[in-house]
């Protein structure tokens, strides 16, 4: 199905999302990281998760891609935030949850299991804790709990790139430099499908503000570790060992904070969804599913 738009409440934005699959088969919420786009999900990780009879829902998240993009806030003072100033939030990731319950709203989804990547891990665990009766189970990759002590970032994972460029090719250089230091050492670098990846995201709309303003928002949410335990469904949590963005011990603390989740470490994985893995990945996501729509507990 073609990218189409949906008036989400209560934010009453305009979210851009692709469905996959056949509507009658289990539906899996696909959630990405701060400035990730529908298409960050790739198509060929999307195609292992139909193949094993999974119905895939992917979308831009405000202020990323095409969807309602919050240009009149504040600007964000991602520098005061880290110091521990949140006052320039313009959002929360309870906001960004509640985006997510709209859209399966407007798709007249009573429930859904969730995939969330990076930020988006974060934001899948919020629903869960928020909206439990809309969650069958949970997975997290490459993301953590809030808690400062884990999870940390390697001030260099972006190298010296800065902010990303205005102009396409140098927009695509951009990325293939920040890809390459904040991706996989364990995996082949696709230098060629890397830069024409980041066309289509360039093509789509890049907006830095708006990152930043997601970026606060991951930071005004604070740690939910301690409400973590109250999650009940079956959770999924995978993690790299290379990982410079989240490091692991995030991976293994949100795993160690919800009961009888499964965890699932990749040597050589940083924070990248590598081809490689993809039909792995598939299998575990398709694996707790399946457990989880049987009502039975996830398998180590």
């Not at 919020?126 to 909206?131: H, R, V």
């Not at 390459?180 to 050492?185: E, H, V």
């Not at 949410?221 to 949590?237: C, F, M």
Request: hydrophobic content about 45%; proline content about 7%.
């Amino acid at each position: 199905m073609a990218e189409q738009q949906a008036r989400v409440e209560p934010a009453g934005i305009e979210i851009t999302y692709e469905r996959l699959g056949d509507p009658g088969d289990p539906p899996v919420l696909l959630i990405m990281g701060a400035a990730g786009q529908l298409i960050d999900w790739p198509d060929g990780l999307c195609a292992e998760l139909i193949g094993r009879g999974l119905q895939v829902i992917r979308f831009d998240s405000r202020d990323a891609g095409r969807s309602t993009h919050l240009s009149a806030a504040p600007p964000p003072d991602i520098m005061a935030a880290m110091a521990g100033d949140v006052s320039s939030a313009a959002y929360t990731l309870s906001e960004m949850a509640a985006d997510s319950i709209g859209l399966l709203d407007a798709l007249g989804i009573e429930s859904a299991h969730l995939v969330g990547a990076s930020m988006g891990g974060m934001i899948a665990q919020t629903i869960a804790l928020e909206y439990p009766q809309r969650v069958r189970s949970l997975t997290s990759i490459m993301s953590t709990t809030g808690n400062p002590a884990v999870g940390q970032s390697d001030p260099d994972a972006f190298g010296q790139a800065g902010p990303p460029p205005a102009d396409r090719a140098a927009y695509q250089d951009w990325s293939v430099a920040t890809k390459r230091a904040s991706g996989s050492p364990g995996f082949a670098f696709d230098e060629a499908f890397v830069r024409a990846h980041a066309g289509r995201v360039f093509d789509r709309g890049v907006d830095f503000a708006g990152m930043m303003r997601q970026a606060v928002a991951v930071l005004a949410s604070g740690d939910r570790t301690a409400r973590l335990p109250a999650v009940a469904v079956p959770t999924l949590v995978m993690h790299g060992t290379a990982d410079r963005i989240f490091d692991i011990s995030g991976g293994r603390a949100t795993a160690a904070a919800i009961p009888g989740s499964k965890l699932v470490v990749f040597e050589g994985m940083g924070h990248s969804l590598p081809r490689e893995l993809w039909p792995v990945f598939a299998g575990h996501i398709g694996a707790l599913i399946a457990a989880a729509e049987r009502g039975v507990p996830v398998a180590d």
